[in-house]
């Protein structure tokens, strides 16, 4: 289950960051990327996630994709690069 976890950013607006405690990473919702195919109507909300514990140098995000039934499948995603890599690009 997700817990919501209320958070101020350095410039004092309040944003919203939900943790889960069973995975054992925090959802950072204020990155959110939806992407939408119109021809399908499949869509996705891509948020970045911080780990309790980093498994990986490697940049994750959380991946929820329409599905049949009406509701999101989740996935995590890895990419292949760091987030020192990603400024470089």
Known sequence: MFNPKNNKSEHLTASRDIYNQEQGF?????????????????????????????????????????????????YIIEYGFTKEQITTL
């Not at 925090?26 to 911080?50: A, C, L, M």
């Open 26 to 74: 925090t959802i950072k919702t204020d990155f959110v990327k939806f992407i939408e195919d119109t021809e399908t109507g499949v869509n996705s909300y891509n948020f970045p996630i911080i780990r309790d514990t980093p498994i990986t140098q490697n940049i994750e995000n959380l991946l929820l994709q329409s599905n049949d039934e009406g509701g999101y499948n989740a």
